[in-house]
């Protein structure tokens, strides 16, 4: 008996519905041998061949394509096109989903026309793509997903990718920017008071008046890390402060300091301290 949905003729392995991702959705699919056809959406697809080669032909936009179809090559399809592939044998391929107000952000706050930043493109070979893409698929995959800031910050970087690689331009227009002194200031406060609370992305990016570009670019350029990894740090020096001072219970230090549970604070902990929080625990008693 099979245990995983089905989508057509695609199994559904892993999907990011229900996880509250913003902009973006993710499955990763085993395709059986054959044809498979998927109409125009709403939303701009990407398609990453996962695992052994298979050849493969494929059509959309009145263009053919044959190929031998390896591990990390990625097919685009702007939203509104059809397309069809035929493969010789199973595949496995991680479907990415991003919504055109995303992308179209992302191309205006790198000085492009959405309109011509997004064309079809057939076993395309990005490093910078297929490192995102491989980051959202390990997302799929994890017991305890990570907080929704990250998820949001793999939306921004594969939508901007996404209209670089088309241009061939790597360097957003602000790359050298920084927040102003009281776009940094009211960002810290904001987060250091709502640690115990889902953050998002756009939330920050409203806070500071920025896009969601703009505040990936010039958050990392004033904190020296990303949103995400930043909140992280900050969420772990809460706990470590919280278990030597507060004697609270570990589980409800975990919540307090934003952690989904407890062990979501001793991986996290023992990722970036190099300690547990028991370890913490005992020390100090």
């Excluded at 889902?198 to 904190?223: D, I, M, V, Y």
């Amino acid at each position: 008996m099979n245990d995983h949905p089905q989508t057509g003729s695609a199994t559904i392995l892993a999907t990011s519905r229900g996880r509250g991702w913003r902009g973006l959705e993710a499955e990763l699919l085993r395709i059986p041998p054959g044809r498979t056809h998927i109409a125009g959406t709403p939303y701009h697809r990407l398609g990453i061949h996962v695992g052994r080669p298979v050849r493969a032909q494929c059509r959309c936009d009145g263009r053919e394509h044959r190929r031998l179809q390896k591990h990390g090559d990625i097919d685009v399809v702007p939203a509104g096109l059809d397309g069809a592939w035929e493969d010789d044998g199973e595949c496995m391929i991680l479907r990415l989903k991003i919504s055109k107000d995303l992308f179209d952000q992302a191309a205006i706050d790198l000085g492009r026309d959405p309109a011509e930043a997004m064309a079809p493109k057939f076993q395309l070979r990005d490093p910078r793509l297929e490192a995102i893409a491989w980051a959202l698929k390990a997302e799929l995959e994890a017991d305890v997903p990570s907080d929704h800031l990250y998820a949001d910050t793999l939306a921004t970087a594969l939508a901007l990718r996404l209209v670089e690689a088309g241009s061939g331009s790597s360097r957003p227009a602000d790359a050298g920017r920084a927040l102003l002194p009281r776009q940094k200031r009211i960002l810290a406060d904001y987060i250091e008071d709502n640690l115990d609370a889902p953050l998002s992305l756009a939330e920050l990016a409203g806070l500071a008046g920025l896009s969601l570009s703009h505040l990936k670019t010039q958050f990392r350029n004033s904190f020296g890390m990303p949103p995400h990894q930043y909140v992280m740090h900050r969420r772990i020096s809460r706990a470590e402060a919280l278990i030597r001072n507060s004697g609270l219970p570990l589980s409800q230090i975990a919540l307090e300091a934003g952690f989904a549970h407890q062990s979501h604070m001793a991986n996290s902990m023992k990722r970036l301290l190099g300690i547990s929080p028991g370890t913490i625990a005992r020390l100090v008693n």
